[in-house]
């Protein structure tokens, strides 16, 4: 069983950067893969960005790729969405979510089996 607690959000203007956190419970952090998703308001909740069990690899949606960094550190059993060129687009509620399979840090939902409250993020233009 894996406990995830999201941090970091708040109100940002276009341009500007956030730092998300999310702190997981369990000792077998290190052997999950993590992924960061989001739903704004009216829509579905998307993928944003994976990494594998041991920060070897990473995946991000194409309108995040170049903006957003997903990194992660396993003696902390926290994983991090680092966020710039923020736009108001990328208005959300962001969710951590973590799966058993270390090396699938895939954009499919179902492929995590736990997940965490989220976070508001709300970028102002």
């Known amino acids: 069983q894996v406990q995830l607690v999201e941090s970091g959000g708040g109100l940002v203007q276009a341009g500007g950067s956030l730092r998300l956190s999310c702190a997981a419970s369990g000792r077998t952090f290190s052997s999950y893969a993590m992924a960061w998703f989001r739903q704004a308001p009216g829509k579905e909740r998307e993928f944003v960005g994976g990494i594998t069990w041991g920060g070897t690899s990473t995946n991000y949606a194409d309108s995040v790729k170049g903006r957003f960094t997903i990194s992660r550190d396993n003696a902390k059993n926290t994983v991090y969405l680092q966020m710039g060129s923020l736009k108001p687009e990328d208005t959300a509620v962001y969710y951590c979510?973590?799966?058993?399979?270390?090396?699938?840090?895939?954009?499919?939902?179902?492929?995590?089996?736990?997940w965490g409250q989220g976070t508001q993020v709300t970028v102002s233009s």
């Open positions: 979510a973590a799966s058993p399979r270390g090396l699938s840090a895939n954009s499919k939902s179902g492929t995590y089996a736990y």
